[in-house]
């Protein structure tokens, strides 16, 4: 597994677009930190919310193809690998990197592209 790097960035910005990211990310940010979670669970659970939020084809294969960069994987293995792994390697990601950091950086460079 590699560290997250500046064109994951920008993949991660071309999911915010297709989707509700922007909004979800905030959410889980003020959520986390009205309960009082550390970065390391805001993270994780900002993670889920964006596999959820990838619902059609095209979402799909771009959270595949961004995380299997990451992991250093084919994003077919992400797909067929068992959802423990998918979750396991999630978290792996999120306990090795500034993953606030990541989701927002994202996120401002995807309301740039919006405008």
């Given at each position: 597994?590699?560290?997250?790097?500046?064109?994951?960035?920008?993949?991660?910005?071309?999911?915010?677009?297709?989707?509700?990211?922007?909004?979800?990310?905030?959410?889980?940010?003020?959520?986390?930190?009205?309960?009082?979670?550390?970065?390391?669970?805001?993270?994780?659970?900002?993670?889920?919310?964006?596999?959820?939020?990838?619902?059609?084809?095209?979402t799909e294969g771009?959270?595949?193809?961004?995380?299997?960069?990451?992991?250093?994987?084919e994003p077919c293995?992400?797909?067929?690998?068992?959802?423990?792994?998918?979750?396991?390697?999630?978290?792996?990601?999120?306990?090795?990197?500034?993953?606030?950091?990541?989701?927002t950086q994202a996120?401002?460079?995807?309301?740039?592209?919006?405008?």
């Amino acid at each position: 597994m590699r560290k997250i790097n500046t064109g994951d960035i920008f993949k991660l910005a071309r999911i915010v677009t297709g989707t509700n990211m922007t909004k979800i990310i905030t959410e889980a940010y003020q959520q986390g930190k009205k309960e009082g979670a550390d970065a390391e669970t805001i993270g994780i659970n900002t993670a889920m919310e964006l596999m959820v939020s990838c619902s059609s084809n095209q979402t799909e294969g771009m959270f595949y193809s961004l995380l299997a960069g990451i992991c250093e994987k084919e994003p077919c293995d992400i797909e067929t690998q068992p959802f423990e792994q998918t979750v396991n390697d999630i978290k792996q990601i999120v306990k090795e990197n500034d993953i606030m950091n990541f989701f927002t950086q994202a996120s401002r460079l995807a309301k740039a592209i919006k405008k």
